[in-house]
């Protein structure tokens, strides 16, 4: 078995920060990709930020210079450092990892954690 576990949601005030971490444990090989999802209510879900293994990161539009995703790969952690935030960052968010534990890569997803924006 393999779980991803977020945490540090939460509510904050419009311009403030909050930074989410999220755990991967089990069997687990190897993990390449890392990336943080968000979905707001009535929303598809979207990509914030990505890293791969190496680090080399990307990040959706909305979010740049606001957002920075990081990770330790001794801890099978990644983290999301999220500052100025908006309203409109107001949604669950879900970690993903793309992971090996035996011979194939297969994607995973945490539950999710709220992160809620007051204006």
């Known amino acids: 078995q393999v779980q991803l576990v977020e945490s540090g949601g939460g509510l904050v005030q419009a311009g403030g920060s909050l930074r989410l971490s999220c755990a991967a444990s089990?069997?687990?090989?190897?993990?390449?990709?890392m990336a943080w999802y968000r979905q707001a209510p009535g929303k598809q879900r979207e990509l914030v930020a990505a890293?791969?293994?190496?680090?080399?990161?990307n990040y959706a539009d909305s979010v740049k210079g606001r957002f920075t995703i990081s990770r330790d790969n001794a801890k099978n952690t990644v983290y999301l450092q999220m500052n100025s935030l908006k309203p409109e960052d107001t949604a669950v968010y879900l970690c993903?990892?793309?992971?090996?534990?035996?011979?194939?890569?297969?994607?995973?997803w945490g539950q999710g954690t709220q992160v809620t924006v007051s204006s």
């Open positions: 993903n990892a793309h992971l090996r534990r035996y011979y194939d890569y297969d994607s995973y």
């Open positions: 089990g069997r687990i090989v190897a993990i390449n990709d």
């Open positions: 890293i791969t293994s190496g680090g080399s990161t």
